[in-house]
């Protein structure tokens, strides 16, 4: 003989009605990830790696937020189906009366976004599906990436490319603004206060057969346009959305032990136990997730700010040099001297020397940096969706673990 349904519905209306709020704020954990996460392309710069975090960031990103949308429309429908247990159990409409505690500065905007705009697709009745929540588009937010000014600015310090950027005098038909730096470290003032010498030298030298490597527009400009300060923001501005899951895990463990204390069903307080167990799992298993991604980034913008260092640095000591190298060739040139006498005093190879060793030592730099930096932001590209077990996967999408929908018939 089976033992009557006992259970506590305050409980189980306190239960569903976290649910439903959480649901909303994993929906918008979803498009606050996808605001501050996206990262402008010019910022990963032109080094040899640049095109590989771009987009493994970006795929990381879409991952996150993959994951984000699958926890809000999976937690809406078990909000859904206990508050139908309640209904059905005590024969009365469920209202869902909304109040967000959720102590984020930084996620709590984007829920106050929807302008209160929650709904649900209708109250839950006994012996009706009320249907999961549905929530309102959010209030689109302006980066300060996204204005005018920093738009400007960014197409001015992108210009040029292989072609252009050697100008035939000292002025910069390439259009590269030098003054564009929008980090303000030392490789900014550097590229400020040399980027047009430096053109021209490298010019001069490529005139004059120089086939080797150039250490300011190989080298220099392609970590210039590389903005590490931006990405280690949009890094840092992930970890608010990993602690937005963290409170939703704590408070959501205990709510889960208060039902479990209060519900006695045989078999469907048992399968619901264990379905917002594997819920739980799966909310532990994002929030690693989002804070990986954000120990990528950080990592990143770390390795870019040590290459500026070393880059400034070298630019510095060597720079100077190799320009009056140039003004020598010229000289020479002017006095009908250029290319007479032997290596050593000859103005045009002493300049190419010059180029080269200053290109040998920004290679060395990057190639030490090399290994580090192919290996950061490797996010698994391979869509093993069938899977689910989300500890077996890497670090795309966490497929949501099949549900135990027998629980939810509150009669039964």
Same mark, same amino acid.
């Not at 001015?156 to 030098?178: H, K, Q, W, Y």
């Not at 280690?232 to 032990?257: F, G, S, V």
């Not at 140039?326 to 007479?340: P, Q, R, T």
């Given at each position: 003989?089976?033992?009557?349904?006992?259970?506590?519905?305050?409980?189980?209306?306190?239960?569903?009605?976290?649910?439903?709020?959480?649901?909303?704020?994993?929906?918008?954990?979803?498009?606050?990830?996808?605001?501050?996460?996206?990262?402008?392309?010019?910022?990963?710069?032109?080094?040899?790696?640049?095109?590989?975090?771009?987009?493994?960031?970006?795929?990381?990103?879409?991952?996150?937020?993959?994951?984000?949308?699958?926890?809000?429309?999976?937690?809406?429908?078990?909000?859904?189906?206990?508050?139908?247990?309640?209904?059905?159990?005590?024969?009365?409409?469920?209202?869902?009366?909304?109040?967000?505690?959720?102590?984020?500065?930084?996620?709590?905007?984007?829920?106050?976004?929807?302008?209160?705009?929650?709904?649900?697709?209708?109250?839950?009745?006994?012996?009706?599906?009320?249907?999961?929540?549905?929530?309102?588009?959010?209030?689109?937010?302006?980066?300060?990436?996204?204005?005018?000014?920093?738009?400007?600015?960014?197409?001015?310090?992108?210009?040029?490319?292989?072609?252009?950027?050697?100008?035939?005098?000292?002025?910069?038909?390439?259009?590269?603004?030098?003054?564009?730096?929008?980090?303000?470290? @030392? &490789?900014?003032?550097? #590229?400020?206060?040399?980027?047009? !010498? =430096? %053109?021209?030298?490298?010019?001069?030298?490529?005139?004059?057969?120089?086939?080797?490597?150039?250490?300011?527009?190989?080298?220099?400009?392609?970590?210039?346009?590389?903005?590490?300060?931006?990405?280690?923001?949009?890094?840092?501005?992930?970890?608010?959305?990993?602690?937005?899951?963290?409170?939703?895990?704590?408070?959501?463990?205990?709510?889960?032990?208060?039902?479990?204390?209060?519900?006695?069903?045989?078999?469907?307080?048992?399968?619901?136990?264990?379905?917002?167990?594997?819920?739980?799992?799966?909310?532990?298993?994002?929030?690693?997730?989002?804070?990986?991604?954000?120990?990528?980034?950080?990592?990143?913008?770390?390795?870019?700010?040590?290459?500026?260092?070393?880059?400034?640095?070298?630019?510095?000591?060597?720079?100077?040099?190799?320009? @009056? &190298?140039?003004?020598? #060739?010229?000289?020479?040139?002017? !006095? =009908? %001297?250029?290319?007479?006498?032997?290596?050593?005093?000859?103005?045009?190879?002493?300049?190419?020397?010059?180029?080269?060793?200053?290109?040998?030592?920004?290679?060395?730099?990057?190639?030490?940096?090399?290994?580090?930096?192919?290996?950061?932001?490797?996010?698994?590209?391979?869509?093993?969706?069938?899977?689910?077990?989300?500890?077996?996967?890497?670090?795309?999408?966490?497929?949501?673990?099949?549900?135990?929908?027998?629980?939810?018939?509150?009669?039964?």
């Amino acid at each position: 003989m089976s033992q009557p349904l006992q259970v506590a519905v305050q409980a189980l209306q306190r239960y569903g009605r976290e649910q439903f709020e959480d649901a909303a704020i994993y929906n918008a954990l979803r498009n606050y990830l996808l605001y501050v996460g996206t990262v402008p392309e010019g910022a990963w710069g032109e080094l040899p790696w640049s095109a590989t975090w771009r987009d493994r960031w970006a795929l990381g990103l879409e991952h996150r937020a993959a994951e984000a949308q699958l926890i809000s429309e999976h937690t809406g429908e078990h909000a859904a189906a206990i508050l139908k247990v309640a209904a059905d159990y005590t024969d009365t409409d469920q209202q869902v009366a909304l109040n967000f505690d959720l102590q984020n500065e930084y996620v709590s905007p984007f829920l106050a976004a929807y302008g209160g705009g929650y709904t649900s697709t209708g109250v839950y009745k006994p012996g009706t599906d009320g249907g999961a929540p549905y929530f309102d588009s959010p209030t689109v937010f302006t980066r300060p990436d996204n204005t005018d000014e920093f738009k400007k600015l960014n197409a001015e310090r992108m210009a040029g490319d292989s072609d252009t950027l050697m100008p035939c005098t000292v002025s910069n038909p390439a259009g590269i603004n030098f003054s564009a730096g929008m980090v303000g470290d @030392e &490789l900014d003032h550097f #590229v400020e206060q040399y980027g047009e !010498d =430096m %053109l021209c030298t490298e010019y001069i030298a490529r005139q004059r057969d120089y086939d080797g490597a150039l250490p300011f527009t190989d080298y220099i400009l392609p970590a210039w346009r590389s903005l590490p300060g931006l990405i280690r923001n949009r890094a840092e501005l992930l970890y608010p959305a990993q602690h937005a899951y963290t409170e939703c895990y704590d408070e959501m463990k205990l709510d889960i032990a208060t039902v479990r204390d209060n519900w006695f069903s045989p078999g469907a307080a048992l399968a619901w136990f264990r379905q917002a167990n594997a819920h739980l799992n799966y909310l532990d298993a994002i929030s690693d997730e989002v804070k990986w991604l954000g120990d990528q980034g950080i990592a990143a913008a770390t390795l870019v700010e040590g290459l500026r260092n070393r880059y400034a640095e070298y630019g510095h000591n060597r720079a100077k040099d190799c320009i @009056e &190298l140039a003004k020598a #060739v010229l000289d020479a040139e002017a !006095d =009908m %001297l250029g290319g007479i006498g032997d290596c050593k005093t000859n103005p045009v190879k002493a300049l190419g020397s010059a180029l080269k060793g200053f290109a040998n030592v920004l290679f060395i730099e990057l190639r030490q940096k090399h290994d580090a930096a192919i290996n950061l932001i490797n996010v698994d590209e391979q869509r093993r969706k069938e899977q689910t077990d989300p500890g077996t996967l890497a670090h795309d999408t966490h497929p949501f673990p099949e549900a135990n929908p027998g629980w939810a018939n509150g009669k039964d």
